[in-house]
Nanobody
Framework: QVQLVESGGGLVQAGGSLRLSCAASGRAFSMYSMGWFRQAPGKDRDFVAS????????NYADSVKGRFTISRDNAKNTVYLQMNSLKPEDTAVYYC????????????????WGQGTQVTVSS
């Protein structure tokens, strides 16, 4: 079992930045590829970014490429999502997930999920 807890969400103006954190506990965090997903009201859960178990490889949705950066610190059992140049369309609940085989944008292959953190970008 892996427990995931996201933090760092909030309200920010367009063009601003936020850094999300996802703290993991339980089984060896460094064994897992990690992903960030987001879900806006009435929409499907969409892939945002993923990172390999070592942190050496990353993958991004086209909509966030060049603005968001995923990273991890295996010593701290934490994965991060640095979000810059935020847009109103980035507004969603953001979830971190563990599992799958990197790279993978399909939420169905991830084994563990956090409870989500709300990100709201005002225009």
């Amino acid at each position: 079992q892996v427990q995931l807890v996201e933090s760092g969400g909030g309200l920010v103006q367009a063009g601003g930045s936020l850094r999300l954190s996802c703290a993991a506990s339980g089984r060896a965090f460094s064994m897992y590829s990690m992903g960030w997903f987001r879900q806006a009201p009435g929409k499907d859960r969409d892939f945002v970014a993923s990172i390999s178990w070592s942190g050496g490889s990353t993958n991004y949705a086209d909509s966030v490429k060049g603005r968001f950066t995923i990273s991890r610190d295996n010593a701290k059992n934490t994965v991060y999502l640095q979000m810059n140049s935020l847009k109103p369309e980035d507004t969603a609940v953001y979830y971190c997930a563990a599992g799958g085989v990197f790279p993978n944008a399909n939420p169905k292959v991830y084994d563990y999920w956090g409870q989500g953190t709300q990100v709201t970008v005002s225009s």
